[in-house]
């Protein structure tokens, strides 16, 4: 089955996490993508080595195999002139760009959107920044982990002592699926209109979206909450709690499900205690509810206490570890994970499938990413290069 974006054909020039997955994401769906490298390969294709075990050279690593499956891969070198002129005959017939790069940057390597539109004015140019575009920091370069700092999330999922930081980047996923997103609304625009745009996702503006909740709470009521690890504030019971032989989660939301936990947990007097009234309440006093659950919680197994919880209706689940969460026989059956071969790998990688299921026009994986410049040769000689005329290219420093 032809993928909804088939014929649509993107160019790849970015980098780590934010520009890759929303090319990522656009491949799924059928786009022929063409991530574009440096000559010795860019920085995020090792990070996390996952192949061989000599530590002395550089290895591809996991989030590389994540973020470039179903793409062609080509090397080359934009900030020569050949490189440009190479990348601009690839722009004229391309739909998207994509390039999570600071601005001169863009500029110096012809990639900025008065050049391209120059080239071709249908193009889009998907632009992924630190900060966005128009205030003081626009010209910082920052990652996943700077945007958590400064939205106020990291202070507020840590303690009054130590602010901590979520090791899943899930600023940088959610700005390249915002990204994604709005290169789809572009290309809808462009439909309309016949000319492209520039599409522009930020890691700050993400994070601020993202944890938007307690920042609109802060702006109004001004309570300056400081953090309490897991468990939350504006409702409860809701922490990770203690069993016999590992944790779980309970999360506690609306006056139904209060009363369902406090009967579960044998105290069904709690649904009149004016300490537990409302959400607000609960959360409040959450310190109290939490120290009952792992009262409940102690001496029982996690199998039981799930079994429990999810007999009362009452939302509860695993603290998993990588591997248990690899081996959950839920997560196996509705297939979230594909395994995928890759070259000088002893195991298959089991890459995250597209997270949103099309009835009719799924997401799929279709191939592994590529090896460094795997396609640059065929990709060239689509753009009528001859064989002669590519091994001059190489020999140039060019590709």
Sequence with gaps: MAGVLTGVRVL????YIAGPYCGALLADLGADVIRIEKREGSEDRFLTPVLNHDSTKDREGALFLQMNRNKRG???DPMT???????HQLAASADVVIANLPPQTLKDMGLDYETLSAVNPRIILTTVSAFGHGGPYSDRVGFDGVAQAMSGSAWFSGSPTQPVRSQAPWVDFGTASLAALGTLAALMARDQTGKGQVVEGALLATAVTFFSGTLIEQGMLGLNRVGTLNRGQTAGPSDIVKCKDGWIIVLINGNQLFRRWAKLVGRPELEK???FLTDELRGNNGAVLSRITEDFCRDITVAEALATFEKGRVPAGPVYSPQQLLDDPHVNAIGLLEKVDYPGAEKPAPLARTPVKLSDTPGTIRHRAPLLGEHTHEILAELGYSDKEIA????????
Excluded: H, N, S, Y
């Excluded at 790849?12 to 980098?15: E, K, N, P, V």
């Excluded at 002139?81 to 990348?87: F, N, S």
């Design 12 to 15: 790849d020039f970015g980098r």
């Design 74 to 76: 080509m090397t080359l």
């Design 81 to 87: 002139a050949r490189g440009r002129a190479i990348a």
């Design 273 to 275: 205690d004016p300490r």
């Design 392 to 399: 001059a290219l190489k020999d140039e420093g060019v590709v």
